[in-house]
């Protein structure tokens, strides 16, 4: 019974898309994020390397509006390389590629910030149920359905010691009218606050508080303790 109330308000839907993105994709890529970053700025010295940077910021649109190609996002964001490939065999695929891009993204005066950034893909799928007659998805459905993935995914992450400081989740609200560089200006938000964390460790001081992004708190969903995930154990079961 309480499996058919759960399908009926398909509250696993947000569940189940966190946890296959941090199981199948995140988990496997993650941890070499740095290595990859590292690599780069070594064949790079001329960029400005902050390390604090170096992880892979996942864009979590709430509207689950999603651009394949960033520029078109935003056009202060642009194509820099690939980074460093990883090469693995999953699931019968012989020498699947993982892979993530590097941006430059361009502020307010004119200077460059250099990330990797990719959207967090399961929320196509969010959007295209909402779309789809057969899976009965209203627009209501969606937004609760992404603010329970942010969470998720979120509780998911922070309790993995093997991704510890190797992503930064960026939720956020697309703005009523149109903003033509609302997107680039929430990325650089973010990297600013790495960039001070950074200079805080070397100062041995704290870090300003953010004070503009989303976080758990303000999604404003209410989720009862035993529909959150359960933290990750480490004695193998």
Known sequence: EMSEMSERSKQNVAHGLAWSFYVGYLKIVLPRVKKSMEEFSRANPNLPACRKTWKLHILVPLSCDIYDELEKADSNIQYVTELTETTLARAGIKKRVYKHSLYAITDEENQLWHCAVEYATP???????????????????????????????????????ECADTYRLIAYEEPEEAETHFLSREIVWHLRQEHHEEIAVLEGSHPPSPSTTLDSAELNLQISVSDLPQPLRTDGF
């Not at 295209?128 to 998805?137: G, K, L, N, T, Y």
């Open 123 to 161: 929320l196509q799928t969010l959007y295209a149920m909402s779309r789809d007659e057969c899976a009965a998805f209203s627009r209501e459905q969606r937004l609760e359905q992404a603010k329970l993935f942010y969470r998720t995914l979120e509780e998911i992450l922070k309790g993995s010691k």
